[in-house]
């Protein structure tokens, strides 16, 4: 079976363009995340479905960072008038969503704000 | 904000030695969990500890886990030129996986 899909795999982004990252979990896994990963770091949770339900945004850096998974498979990140400071690593992760299930990851969106 | 903390921040070994890093952690958790990250890539699963165990064991991984300490360690033996990579623990309270920040890993042939 395929992994998490994740596209763009590169977007470059004039400041203040809106953007969009797509993307496709397994199937069948309940949750899903999104990550922030800036060069040389960790990656620092944005937020958290489960089936189409957003449960935890708390992650999210600004109301400029929108997140949607509609029918509680693919979900897309939507990062309005993007700043440079959104440069990053956008990675996406999937679970069965049981307890003690691993994450699978996406091998990410790299998002450069010029 | 990370959760925890790996040490060291980067380690650099002869092949065929073994690897030690370390992960600190600050709130009580459900599991830990250590990932792989290759350069340009996503982050790999290699091994979950429970909370309420202390040593786990996986082909050449070590892990293991005090809760009293809130430190975990993930020992690789027998290092290949391969296993060179950002090496990463995630705790787990309820759903949300909070990363660290990392240890990277150089093995030289």
């Known amino acids: 079976g395929a992994g998490v899909s994740q596209s763009p795999r590169y977007k470059v982004a004039k400041r203040g363009q809106d953007v969009a990252l797509r993307c496709d979990p397994i199937s069948g896994h309940v949750s899903l995340f999104w990550y922030q990963q800036a060069l040389g770091q960790g990656p620092e949770f944005l937020t958290y479905?489960?089936?189409?339900?957003?449960?935890?945004k708390s992650g999210l850096p600004s109301d400029r960072f929108f997140a949607e998974r509609p029918e509680g498979s693919v979900s897309t990140l939507k990062i309005q008038r993007t700043q440079q400071e959104d440069s990053a690593v956008y990675l996406c992760?999937?679970?069965?969503?049981?307890?003690?299930?691993?994450?699978?990851f996406g091998n990410g969106t790299r998002l450069t704000v010029t | 904000s990370q959760q925890g903390e790996e040490d060291p921040q980067a380690l650099s070994i002869q092949e065929g030695e073994n690897a030690t890093m370390n992960c600190s952690y600050k709130t009580s958790i459900n599991n830990l969990q250590w990932y792989r990250q290759n350069s340009g890539r996503g982050l790999v699963h290699l091994i979950l500890?429970?909370?309420?165990?202390r040593e786990k064991h996986s082909g050449r991984l070590r892990v293991t886990l005090d809760t009293s300490k809130k430190s975990s360690s993930l020992l690789i033996t027998a290092s290949r030129a391969a296993d060179t990579a950002s090496y990463f623990c995630?705790?787990?309270?309820?759903?949300?996986?909070?990363f660290g920040t990392g240890t990277r890993l150089k093995v030289l042939a």
């Open positions: 479905f489960q089936n189409e339900a957003q449960l935890d």
């Open positions: 500890i429970r909370s309420n165990e």
């Open positions: 995630a705790t787990s309270g309820t759903y949300k996986y909070i």
């Open positions: 992760a999937s679970s069965l969503g049981t307890n003690n299930s691993p994450l699978h």
